[in-house]
Every structure is written in C-alpha cells, then in structure tokens.
C-alpha cells in the first residue's frame, strides 16, 4: 500500500509522544533499508534459487512424486495420515498455531501502541479506490474480491473461486475511534473480535453483540451475518451498526446509515461482499462489569427446554446474555448471564476460570448440569465471550478426538486451539471430501416458534448432537428497508416500539452417527432437506456452510429485490 509522503511526515512528526515518535521513525528507516535490502539483493537471490530448485525438482522430484502417487503405497500412506490425522495435528498445526497467535499478539500490541494510524484511514482507503478504479480503466474483464488468501477464512471449507478473479488489497486492521459520549467504535473491516475485546474491556465497554471466536472479523460478520448470546435484544450484529463506509464498483466511497443510502444499509449485511468494499464500521457499544454472573438451568424434556427458552427470551427482564445447548432430543442446558461486579465474599469460590488451558472444553463443563442440576457461577468478562474459542464450539473433537482428555489438556492445552486455516492447509483430498459428504456444518435461522420441529429435524437428519441454541430478534425495518431478511410474521414489539420477531440459530457441527458406522447417508440429500425447512418457515441459512440449493431457491430466501434488479 502506498502512503503520500507529505502525510507520513506529519504523521512522523506531530503524532503521539516522543517515544512513540522515536519508535516510528526508527520503525520508518529500518523499513526503507530493508526494502532496499530485499530489492535488490534478497530478491534476485532467492528468485535464482528458486529457478535452481525448480528445475531440479522437475527433472527429480516431481518424477518421483508421480511414481509414488501410482504406486500401491500412496492409497495406503493417505489413509494413514487420514485416520491419524489427529496426532498430525498436534504435531504440526498446533505448535504452528500457537507461534502464529503470539506473533499477531505480539505484532498487534507493538502496531497499537507504536504503530497505530487511523488518522492515515483516508490514505489506505484511496489506495482501495485505485485499484478498483484501476480494475474499471482495464476494462473489468474479472470479478473483482478482496485479496484476501481464502485459507484464512473461518469456513471449513477451502474455496478456489478467488483464482479466477482480479484481488483487492485492503489492509485496514485498526480500531479508528471510541466515542464514549456516542457509545460507538469505529473500526476498519479487517479487525477481528479478539481484538476488540483486548482493546474495548479494559475500557469498560464491549460490542453489543459481541461474537465469540477470536479470529471473526468485523466485514466478514457484517458482510455475512454475526449472531452471539445477546442477539435476543439487538437482534444481528448489523442491527448495531451506525454507519457504513463502502467503496464501491465504479471506485467511489459512500457513507450509509439508516438516513442516508439507507437502500444500501439494509442490503450490505447478507450480501457477502458482492454490493462493494467495506472500509469502516461504526458499531454501538455497551458498559460492561468484569465478569458475568451465570446460571445453568439443565431441561429434560423437549418442552421444557423450549418453553423455558420462550419465556426467557421474551421476559422483560431477560437476562442480558441467553444461550442454550441441547445434548439430545430430549435434554439441553439453558444458560443465562448478567454483567456483574463478581460474586459476594462467600461465594469466591464459585468464580469459574473457564479460559484456562487445563480446564474442560465449556460445553462439557455446561453438560455436567444435566446431572448436578441448577447452579450458578461468575466468569471474567473476556473469557466469557471467548468460551467456545478453545474447542472450536465442539468441533475440535472431530479433528482431535481426544482432545478432551485430561492427559490431552495438561500436557497440550497451553498450545491452544489449532487454527482453522491452519487446519485447512493440512487437509489430505480424502479429508477435504469428507468436511462436504461425510460431516456435516450448517446453521439455520428459525422462528423460535419452530424450535422443537428444527431439533426433529436436524435429529433424524443428522442425529449429530450437541447442537447451538442463540435466541436471535429480526426487526420489521421501520424504514421499509428489509434488506436480504424477510419481513417478519408473527410481530412482538419491543421496548423502544419497534417491531420484530424472535428466531433462533440452530447450529450443528460434527459426524453423523450412520458416517461413522460405514452405513449409507447423503449428505446432498439431507441438507437440502433443513433447507427446505427454513425456507418454509421463513428462515435461513447461514452461507458459511456448504449450500446445495438451486439458483431459483437461493433467491427465494436469499436476495433482496434491489439486488436481484442489480444483476
């Protein structure tokens, strides 16, 4: 990215404290010889030994390599890898996620601290507006998508789509404001969660909806849709946003809000990035205590759990975080939580450090209420909203399948969870196969009146369990404006007047039983089957997943009519 030199030496110059000025501009020139360094030495060098190692590995290694894929021996060495693929995981992946999180740990500290330009967003934002107005001067003959590599992204799946396509660089990875007297913090596309909760809580303050896993970006979850605990009162994560910044297809920047491109503000979130480059969001925050005091209500009928879950969410004193996992048809554990100061002086010991990384994966520890009964329990604010992070939700089990273990968690939990992306790399052709036909990832957005016929269904479907519960308000928009969301049917309204409807997501994640007995199930079969459902009763599904729906049910549930007429 390029940087007008006028606006780097005020930068250098008039920003931050002495220190700071003197961190940067060392920062500064050993950037400019490094880059004079790589240039014109590093560079060459290593572009002749690679023409070297090329050449050798064609007329070698690359013959060997054919010889051994024809052999009887590859079938053999791919299952293996296949069904040891765990310890390969703890072998590989995890040391090498481990060092990448301390790095960007590391690296994001010294940026934020030192480094940090957000009065420079106008800067990086032009050099998104070249490029696309580059990409139009050259004639648009690609689709154009942001540079990101897709490895990266939390889907498990490993897309190409991106191969074919002109790539958009858009490094915008700061937090560019907290207004406290606004209750706002205005951030760029590429900042993810656990950035935000590092810097947001020691402020005192978090998103109103705030999403769990570390690595979530804000452009991936507005462009895509975010859902967490509170979702009950704000609704989506794009419920809470003030403004939007966009470039867009022709190379200019807008600003939307309810008020002004109001058409675009509501069809930007669920669009996936197709309507143009998100820059900078303006999200509402909340005040917020250091830990949450949570209570554990276990359920042991099918009723019960979603007559409860219906009561709870519609209380007008609802607790500021609902969440439920459902273990079996039958029984799940509802858990609610409120901000709090922590516990009184004799309850000390009921403070759960969750986060810990000898501590049992969350939804094993919620699972154990279904035996001990109702209790109650505070967890430090961040590793609240980060509970699921170090099990992948339940995920992890299906990579490593004992990393539940407490032999496991001492002696390799201070590693971490592995990294998706990572384990995305490291994916045998076998195993890519088997993450789309053989395992199954979806969540569906439902009427919560739909809630015990959606767990029927994913039961007899997948019989896959535990499942995500996270109660989820779609608003009437008052504007008119319904984006990719349907106009809700069964209208409640809320505190503030407006009109909405409570749905849940119903997420599964995991092999079906009959997969793992080596007895027929199709997944094509079976997932367009939930999807039916949702689009019977007026719901979703989240695009994360693998879709098998036809173009004409796709549009049926997933555009709105401005961006069916943009085609």
Not at 1 to 9: F, G, K, P
Not at 44 to 59: H, R, T
Not at 309 to 336: C, K
Request: aromatic share 12%; with cysteine.
């Amino acid at each position: 990215m390029s940087i007008d030199t006028a606006s780097r030496q005020d930068y250098m110059q008039c920003e931050g404290s002495l220190l700071k000025r003197t961190v940067r501009a060392t920062h500064n020139h050993i950037v400019h010889v490094m880059t004079l360094f790589w240039t014109y030495l590093v560079l060459p060098l290593l572009q002749a030994v690679q023409s070297v190692l090329l050449f050798v590995a064609n007329i070698t290694v690359m013959p060997l390599f054919a010889l051994i894929q024809k052999s009887p021996a590859y079938p053999v060495l791919l299952e293996f890898f296949t069904e040891h693929r765990g310890w390969v995981l703890v072998g590989t992946v995890l040391p090498l996620s481990f060092l990448f999180d301390h790095y960007f740990r590391v690296r994001n500290w010294y940026y934020r601290h030192f480094l940090s330009a957000p009065h420079l967003h106008d800067v990086r934002v032009r050099e998104v507006q070249r490029q696309v107005c580059a990409w139009n001067e050259a004639g648009r003959q690609k689709p154009m998508v942001t540079a990101r590599p897709p490895w990266l992204a939390m889907s498990l799946r490993v897309e190409s789509f991106k191969e074919s396509c002109e790539k958009i660089k858009i490094n915008l990875h700061d937090i560019l404001e907290v207004d406290t007297a606004r209750m706002t913090v205005r951030c760029e596309p590429l900042v993810d969660m656990g950035q935000i909760t590092r810097h947001l809580i020691p402020m005192g303050y978090a998103l109103s909806v705030m999403i769990e896993m570390d690595d979530l970006t804000v452009g991936g979850l507005l462009m895509g849709v975010g859902v967490e605990v509170s979702s009950h009162i704000y609704g989506f994560l794009s419920e809470t946003v003030v403004a939007y910044e966009v470039v867009l297809g022709d190379g200019s920047l807008v600003r939307c809000t309810r008020e002004e491109n109001a058409d675009l503000f509501h069809a930007l979130p669920w669009s996936h990035g197709t309507l143009g480059f998100l820059v900078a969001a303006e999200l509402k925050i909340v005040p917020v205590k250091p830990y949450v005091h949570v209570k554990y209500i276990p359920c042991h009928t099918q009723d019960e759990y979603a007559n409860k879950l219906s009561l709870i969410t519609h209380a007008p004193n609802t607790p500021e975080f609902v969440e439920a996992t459902i273990y079996s048809r039958e029984t799940a554990v509802i858990f609610t939580g409120d901000f709090s100061d922590g516990p009184p002086a004799s309850q000390k010991h009921k403070i759960n450090h969750v986060g810990r990384w000898w501590k049992p994966w969350f939804y094993k520890h919620v699972e154990s209420f279904l035996e001990k009964g109702e209790d109650e329990e505070w967890i430090p604010l961040r590793q609240y909203y980060h509970r699921h992070t170090r099990s992948i939700f339940w995920e992890l089990r299906e990579v490593i399948p004992f990393c539940n273990a407490w032999w496991y968690r001492w002696v390799f939990g201070w590693l971490g969870a592995p990294k998706i992306a990572f384990i995305k790399l490291t994916s045998t052709p076998a195993v890519r196969e088997a993450s789309v036909y053989s395992h199954v990832v979806q969540d569906l957005v439902v009427p919560l009146t739909e809630l015990k016929n959606a767990v029927n269904l994913y039961d007899d479907a997948f019989d896959v369990y535990p499942l995500l519960f996270y109660p989820v308000r779609i608003y009437k928009q008052d504007d008119g404006y319904q984006g990719m969301l349907h106009t809700p049917r069964n209208l409640r309204t809320a505190e503030d007047g407006r009109q909405y409807e409570m749905y849940c997501d119903l997420g599964v994640y995991g092999v079906p039983p009959k997969v793992k007995n080596k007895q027929p199930w199709d997944a094509i079969a079976e997932v367009r089957r939930i999807e039916k459902f949702a689009r019977d009763v007026n719901g979703y599904q989240l695009l994360y997943a693998d879709c098998f729906m036809t173009r004409d049910e796709f549009e049926t549930v997933s555009m709105c009519p401005a961006h069916r007429a943009a085609q």
